[in-house]
């Protein structure tokens, strides 16, 4: 009884202080806009557990963010990023996306209120549940499952009280709740359309996932070309062991689906080398055998799907995707290819990747891409351009700059 008793005189200490500070931001004066009922209520779920005074969001355990190449949020959040990051700076706001028991996962914005969302750690790795970090627009909408608004002093931690943010849940397609994406601002910045706002972009994500889910439905492709770093090729989920020449047609044939005529293609493997026609049509024959016969005849080409790892990158590069073309990006094209063809590509494919990382703003796309360009000094002095003073990841890209140097 005696822990139960000293709750409740929190919660009463607790109310009649945020109580004053409500109404001073126009909650519950005569006349206005009552305490709500959801937030009174979290208040009430959140005193016992979550102190008002804290500074920050605790960190997940393992970091949080981890799992974020791996959530099922990540593709059509990051097919949204160009979007996302577009609103989030010309409106001031900061744009996160949660998992689905409230740890941020992603945040995008400009540097300036990304710099203020992370001295409470809203960032990547933080937890914002109801239990973690009491009333806020996150826990509420994840545990009402509809959007939600908490403005200043609604918040239980005192140190948001500068804050106002808007949430909409993500739902997958069966449902279930999978995180929730949030803008959040300074007070001072809220505006009536940023729920809207937030709740179009929400819908616009469950859209994809749902034609995610459509997709993997379909039959797989017949085949799966890596060609960027260490070669690979798989086909109906067996591995497919190709000569380097006929892993070369293939990339070839893969980055250029109009196809190519024979003396085109020809002088893409070899050059002005003097080989043979015959040479040259029994490395192309080996690969139609060993595609089951799905390159055509007068004009090279493919007949079958191919899923190929550069042609992924350029795509994402279209459409502004630059953390998919990181991702996807695992090193040069066939390094080891001296086919005019493939150099060129390679060429290409190194200047589109690396200027997109020079011109993001967001650090982890320098340092991942970093890990394929050792030397290249600009990427690395980028990269720690980017991070903060406290980041420890600053060490990272000192190290690489420092043996980039040597």
Same mark, same amino acid.
């Given at each position: 009884?005696?822990?139960?008793?000293?709750?409740? *005189?929190? +919660?009463?200490?607790?109310?009649? %202080? !945020?109580?004053?500070?409500?109404?001073?931001?126009?909650?519950?004066? =005569? @006349? $206005?806009?009552?305490?709500?009922?959801?937030?009174?209520?979290?208040?009430?779920?959140?005193?016992?557990?979550?102190?008002?005074?804290?500074?920050?969001?605790?960190?997940?355990?393992?970091?949080?963010?981890?799992?974020?190449?791996?959530?099922?949020?990540?593709?059509?959040?990051?097919?949204?990023?160009?979007?996302?990051?577009?609103?989030?700076?010309?409106?001031?706001?900061?744009?996160?996306?949660?998992?689905?028991?409230? *740890?941020? +996962?992603?945040?995008?914005?400009? %540097? !300036?209120?990304?710099?203020?969302?992370?001295?409470?750690?809203?960032? =990547? @790795? $933080?937890?914002?549940?109801?239990?973690?970090?009491?009333?806020?627009?996150?826990?509420?909408?994840?545990?009402?499952?509809?959007?939600?608004?908490?403005?200043?002093?609604?918040?239980?931690?005192?140190?948001?009280?500068?804050?106002?943010?808007?949430?909409?849940?993500?739902?997958?397609?069966?449902?279930?709740?999978?995180?929730?994406?949030?803008?959040?601002?300074?007070?001072?910045?809220?505006?009536?359309?940023?729920?809207? *706002?937030?709740?179009?972009?929400?819908?616009?994500?469950?859209?994809?996932?749902?034609?995610?889910?459509?997709?993997?439905?379909?039959?797989?492709?017949?085949?799966?070309?890596?060609?960027?770093?260490?070669?690979?090729?798989?086909?109906?989920?067996?591995?497919?062991?190709?000569?380097?020449?006929?892993?070369?047609?293939?990339?070839?044939?893969?980055?250029?689906?109009?196809?190519?005529?024979?003396?085109?293609?020809?002088?893409?493997?070899?050059?002005?080398?003097?080989?043979?026609?015959?040479?040259?049509?029994?490395?192309?024959?080996?690969?139609?055998?060993?595609?089951?016969?799905?390159?055509?005849?007068?004009?090279?080409?493919?007949?079958?799907?191919?899923?190929?790892?550069?042609?992924?990158?350029?795509?994402?590069?279209?459409?502004?995707?630059?953390?998919?073309?990181?991702?996807?990006?695992?090193?040069?094209?066939?390094?080891?290819?001296?086919?005019?063809?493939?150099?060129?590509?390679?060429?290409?494919?190194?200047?589109?990747?690396?200027?997109?990382?020079?011109?993001?703003?967001?650090?982890?796309?320098?340092?991942?891409?970093?890990?394929?360009?050792?030397?290249?000094?600009?990427?690395?002095?980028?990269?720690?351009?980017?991070?903060?003073?406290?980041?420890?990841?600053?060490?990272?890209?000192?190290?690489?700059?420092?043996?980039?140097?040597?």
């Amino acid at each position: 009884m005696g822990a139960l008793k000293r709750r409740r *005189t929190l +919660l009463e200490h607790e109310w009649a %202080r !945020v109580v004053p500070q409500l109404r001073s931001a126009g909650r519950g004066t =005569p @006349g $206005g806009p009552p305490v709500r009922a959801e937030v009174t209520e979290s208040w009430a779920r959140s005193l016992p557990t979550v102190d008002p005074g804290r500074e920050s969001a605790p960190p997940a355990a393992g970091g949080g963010s981890a799992g974020w190449r791996r959530s099922p949020l990540y593709r059509p959040v990051t097919d949204l990023a160009g979007e996302l990051l577009s609103i989030a700076e010309d409106a001031g706001f900061v744009a996160a996306v949660t998992d689905e028991a409230g *740890t941020i +996962l992603w945040t995008c914005g400009g %540097r !300036v209120m990304r710099r203020r969302a992370e001295r409470v750690n809203f960032a =990547p @790795g $933080g937890r914002w549940d109801e239990g973690a970090m009491g009333t806020n627009a996150l826990s509420l909408a994840l545990r009402n499952g509809h959007p939600s608004t908490v403005f200043s002093a609604e918040h239980l931690v005192a140190a948001l009280h500068g804050w106002v943010c808007y949430c909409a849940p993500i739902h997958g397609p069966d449902g279930r709740v999978l995180g929730v994406l949030d803008l959040s601002t300074t007070w001072d910045r809220s505006h009536p359309l940023a729920l809207p *706002t937030v709740r179009t972009l929400a819908s616009a994500i469950e859209a994809r996932l749902r034609d995610d889910a459509a997709q993997d439905a379909l039959p797989t492709p017949g085949v799966e070309l890596r060609c960027l770093g260490p070669a690979r090729v798989t086909r109906a989920g067996s591995s497919l062991r190709l000569p380097p020449r006929q892993l070369e047609i293939l990339t070839l044939l893969a980055l250029e689906p109009g196809g190519f005529a024979p003396e085109r293609l020809r002088a893409s493997l070899y050059g002005d080398r003097p080989v043979t026609a015959s040479t040259f049509k029994a490395e192309v024959s080996h690969l139609r055998h060993a595609l089951d016969g799905a390159v055509s005849t007068r004009t090279y080409a493919l007949t079958t799907p191919v899923v190929c790892d550069a042609v992924e990158v350029l795509a994402a590069l279209g459409r502004g995707d630059t953390e998919t073309a990181v991702d996807r990006y695992r090193g040069p094209l066939l390094p080891l290819s001296e086919a005019p063809g493939v150099v060129a590509w390679r060429e290409h494919l190194e200047v589109v990747v690396r200027e997109a990382v020079l011109a993001s703003t967001h650090p982890e796309h320098a340092l991942r891409y970093g890990e394929h360009a050792p030397y290249d000094t600009q990427v690395h002095t980028h990269a720690l351009g980017l991070l903060g003073p406290g980041d420890v990841r600053r060490g990272i890209a000192v190290s690489r700059l420092a043996s980039a140097d040597r």
